[in-house]
């Protein structure tokens, strides 16, 4: 009986994880990916040092010191790929249909992590820790894992100055059913920081009746209101989410986020309240990897083109006065709401 709580699986196991065989930085985001050199547990590279730590239960934890400017880091280990190997990953935001075991593929973007099942069937896993502090992606190609942690604060390089930031703690798992291996890896990922339950999460959300379009303030307490009704008294109280299109430019306009439509959504904080006064409570849609740059592409489409972890130009703040705002994990196209 396998059991998604007690973490007991029939044919999987947490493994020990094995450290980098090199490790990379990259200080602005369109510059060169240049090598750090190791020492002990750390590597560094003109001012910036990579920690890399066993972690008491058996992972590895990777923080980062710099006295520069970083945008990105990848850790490669070696590992040559079996014959037949297939790899199955997850999505950023939502998937479309692409989460199936698929050939070994370099340039393919796997988020967060990744099973592998090869010729033999053997099956492995990698990933990291929920609640991490970087976007983090892997990439397999046939010699080898690299993962990719972008560091960036709003698109532009981070600069730590006399800090220290803890980025992941990396895991690795092994054994020979699919299935079980997923569901160890993910168990072990979230370890003791799953978030407290609080019943199923409820309520609604006007992308998929407004694209974007023709709706203001009333609309959205409209919605509010008959979502309430709807969820009867519900236990959890019901969110009403605004998507896209409450602030200027309209969909797809690459934020920066910080204040509503003038003439329509003056007051983010009132809109916020009206929500809450009916009985819901407020969310707020932004997509914060969009770049302003690109207001005049087509709604729904202003991300879709950008590479794994796409480059802003300016710092993005959500206009979230009484709004809740939760991170589903991104970095190509990600949404918040």
Known sequence: MRSLESGVFNTARVETT???AA????????GLVLPAIGSGDGWERAGTVVDVE?????????????????????LRWSRRA??????????????????????VRPERVLPWYWISVDGSGAVSGAGVDVRASALAWWQIDPTGWTLWLDVRSGGAPVRLGNRRLDLVTVRTVAGGDPDDVHRALAVALAGGRALPSRGPTVGSNNWYYAYGEGFGPDAVIDDARLVVELADDHPVKPYGVIDDGWN??????????????????????????RVMQVGAR???WF????????????????CARRPPACRSTRRCRPSSSGFATMWPGSATGASIS
Do not use: H, K, N
């Open 18 to 20: 094995m450290p980098p």
């Open 23 to 30: 490790v990379f930085v990259q200080s602005d985001a369109d």
């Open 54 to 74: 066993p972690d008491p239960t058996g992972g590895i934890a990777v923080s980062l010191r710099s006295t520069g400017p970083v945008a990105r880091i990848a």
């Open 82 to 103: 079996a014959a037949g190997t297939r790899i199955r990953g997850d999505a950023w935001e939502r998937s479309y249909g692409e989460l199936g075991f698929e050939s």
């Open 248 to 273: 200027p430019g309209g969909p797809g306009s690459g934020g920066p986020w910080d204040a509503g439509t003038p003439g329509l959504f003056d007051d983010m904080s009132d809109v916020a309240g």
């Open 282 to 284: 407020a969310g707020l």
């Open 287 to 302: 997509r914060p990897c969009c770049r302003a740059s690109m207001r005049r592409v087509s709604a729904g489409r202003a």
